[in-house]
């Protein structure tokens, strides 16, 4: 049934649908209404979940661990600083192998504080071992939550659903929330691959030395490539139940692109409009979207991009002495392809500055009208200061 | 009745709390106790806020604004810069909200406390999470509603006794203050001011936006508070010694809740076993400052 819930909700109503035993979360804008909805839905017996208030992101995520471990299935939801707390227990989880699923609103870092939109928070956990998967509205969302907690359960690892903050968290949207039945029949109850058990006892996370510790980290890396090979499959079955299926990329008017823009989250929409309105005036612009960053789906990255003469990607985003993280990303991606077309960088949108289809505007004809890229990372809209 | 205070004002008007906030309330004595020579450590909490954004600030002494679990361990690292400095007049005060101490700032200040670090550190206690918009912490009093204690989820818990933990450290000095006893609070800051070592106060600051109560009345509960034996008015030192400051009326504590929008869902029956639950620490307070009940 189509209802108009904000994309907060969108989460707390997949949360709801995902049967998830135990919750465990720390209030922080803007990740707050999630955990009051949340709240809600135990306080009035729609999910049967208990719900821990803990002290801190660091306890929650700890707590999800203990949960996790114990065969439950768990969900924790953070922004900004909160995840950044939370660092030493990502790696935790993916290492334990443990499928936590966390909604991330993206937030701006201090100092300054600052509670709007901004990606670098979320980026700077990409070598956690968690699997990221980043949302554009409150439909994939919903949809997103409910696949997160298959991939992470297929092949044992935490899962990331990434969300903007305010332009996507806090934004009303029709949303298509699915019946229960519906939702069971996608999403099958927890299964856990191994468990604390006084009937079966094993010790986990003990010493290990360097005679096994590589292996067990390479099979993690073994588990980030299923949850690449296996991603298309999952979304195969939700597009038969659901009717509707994302991609870990979306390729908009590629195939005979001149420059392709590559947008992810809430960036992405306004730039369906630019691109709909350059390509009405004859321009051959393509835009891609990409959904899935851990793991990064290179193939598909390589194959929708490669043909074009110049990409042009918008990072939400920075890492200061390098650039742009998603440049930086799709770059790499590119490297090892003769003849790859240039990447030009651009930042724009930081601490929660609107990226307007001028904006957007501007990032294609710049990118059109240059020759090669002016610098590794273009500003969009500096202020003089 | 003559306010026994100064006139020096060390915050400018224009802040931008709430109507009626004790925050900003109890800040302002604060200062006037404490004067101009000091470093304030600002843990993120209503306060992050009401200081003013970038580029004012609504006070008048050096403010660092710091991580949210961290207002222990900046202070501790300010006061070892000074000592390094040779600077021994300014007063390093960490400013925190209830959720920044008891809970995700217990550790720091734990930490801090144990080491004896000369600093004061000042809760200020709003009883919620109000920064992000009113979630519970473990200083949400038993029979509260917050948005993560909700409907028939309200807070069955009793709120932490924050003072009797700092106690426990043996903290040279540890008070509770009130916003509707300016005097009393000025003479404890000023007091944890003379004093070498770690000193804690506790500050009872009412919130009209999370406590859906009048701004009007945040003076009037904060009194009540004092004068129901919710809140008594306390300080102890080296973690032994204990002097209740104020004997209060000991009016029954219904009238305090039926006040707040917070507690309307409270039956006369959660009433009584709140009455008897004051009763108890009241009656353990006494028997620590070796005093008996009036
Ligand atoms: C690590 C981290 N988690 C969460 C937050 C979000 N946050 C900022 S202030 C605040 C609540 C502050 O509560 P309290 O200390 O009681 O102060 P109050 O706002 O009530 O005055 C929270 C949860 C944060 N800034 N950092
Ligand atoms: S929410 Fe409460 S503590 Fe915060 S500024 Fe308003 S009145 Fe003050
Ligand atoms: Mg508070």
């Given amino acids: ?385 | 009745m003559e306010l026994m205070v100064h006139d020096q004002e060390y915050m400018s008007s224009g802040h931008v709390g709430c109507p009626g906030c004790g925050a900003a309330i109890a800040m302002r004595f604060l200062l006037k106790a404490l004067g101009d020579k000091i470093i304030i450590i600002l843990p993120a909490c209503c306060w992050s806020v009401i200081a003013g954004p970038y580029p004012q600030s609504t006070l008048h002494v050096p403010v660092i604004h710091s991580a949210f679990e961290t207002g222990g361990a900046v202070a501790s690292g300010v006061k070892a810069a000074l000592d390094m400095k040779g600077d021994k007049e300014t007063t390093v005060v960490t400013w925190a909200g209830d959720g920044g101490t008891f809970d995700i700032g217990f550790q720091a200040l734990s930490g801090a406390v144990e080491r004896n670090e000369d600093f004061i550190y000042v809760c200020y206690d709003n009883e919620a999470y109000m920064n992000t918009g009113i979630q519970r912490s473990s200083s949400t009093p038993y029979g509260a509603w917050t948005t993560t204690t909700p409907g028939d989820e309200w807070k069955r818990l009793r709120k932490k006794n924050i003072v009797e933990a700092l106690v426990a450290h043996r903290i040279p000095y540890a008070a509770t203050a009130n916003i509707a006893f300016p005097e009393d609070l000025v003479r404890k800051a000023k007091k944890a001011q003379s004093i070498t070592g770690s000193k804690f106060l506790h500050i009872y600051a009412s919130c009209p936006t999370g406590w859906r109560i009048a701004s009007e009345l945040s003076i009037k509960i904060a009194r009540m508070a004092v004068q129901t034996n919710i809140f008594p008015l306390y300080e102890v030192e080296d973690g032994v010694k204990y002097t209740i400051n104020y004997r209060p009326k000991e009016y029954p504590v219904s009238e305090y809740f039926k006040l707040q929008g917070r507690f309307q869902h409270l039956t006369e029956e959660d009433l009584e076993h709140i009455q008897k639950m004051v009763d108890e620490d009241w009656a353990l307070l006494l028997r620590k400052a070796g005093e008996h009940p009036s």
């Fill in chain 1, 1 to 385: 049934m189509k209802r108009v819930v904000e994309g907060s909700q969108a989460v707390a109503e997949a949360v709801r649908l995902a049967r998830v035993g135990v919750i465990s979360a720390y209030p922080i804008t803007p990740q707050t209404h999630i955990v009051e909805f949340l709240s809600e839905y135990c306080a009035n017996g729609s999910l049967k979940a208990r719900f821990m208030r803990v002290e801190s992101e660091h306890s929650a995520l700890a707590a999800l661990i203990g949960t996790a471990s114990t065969g439950v299935r768990a969900f924790t939801a953070t922004s900004g600083q909160g995840l950044a707390l939370m660092h030493e227990l990502l790696h935790w989880t993916s290492g334990a192998r443990l499928p936590i699923v966390m909604a991330e609103v993206n937030r701006a870092l201090a100092p300054g504080w600052n509670i709007w939109v901004d990606q670098t928070d979320s980026l700077a956990q990409r070598d956690t071992g968690w699997i990221q998967l980043y949302c554009e509205n409150g439909q994939e969302v919903l949809d997103t939550v409910l696949q997160a907690y298959r991939l992470g359960e297929l092949v044992n690892l935490p899962v990331m659903v990434v969300l903007d903050a305010f332009f996507l968290s806090h934004t009303y949207e029709p949303v298509d929330v699915p019946e229960q039945e519906t939702v069971d029949s996608f999403l099958p109850p927890y299964e856990p691959k191994f468990q604390l058990d006084p009937k079966d006892p094993c010790a986990f996370g003990s010493l290990v030395t360097p005679n096994i510790y590589m292996e067990m980290r390479h099979s993690i890396a073994q588990a980030m490539d299923d949850a690449l090979r296996c991603f298309p499959y999952i979304e195969d079955e939700f597009e038969k139940i659901f009717d509707r299926r994302y991609g870990t990329v979306e390729a908009l008017y590629c195939d005979d692109a001149d420059i392709i823009l590559v947008t992810t989250g809430t960036i992405t929409s306004t730039s369906r409009q630019v691109v709909n309105e350059l390509r009405a005036e004859g321009e051959k612009v393509g835009l891609m979207k990409l959904k899935l960053f851990r793991p990064f789906p290179v193939h598909h990255v390589r194959s929708v991009l490669i043909s074009a003469k110049k990409i042009a990607v918008i990072d939400r985003n920075f890492s200061f002495g390098a650039g742009g993280i998603f440049a930086q990303e799709i770059r790499a991606a590119l490297c090892n392809e003769p003849g790859h077309p240039p990447v030009y960088g651009y930042i724009a949108g930081i601490g929660g500055r609107d990226v307007t289809t001028d904006v957007i505007g501007e990032i294609y004809r710049r990118t059109k009208n240059s020759e090669a890229p002016e610098a590794e990372s273009i500003w969009m809209g500096l202020q003089e200061v």
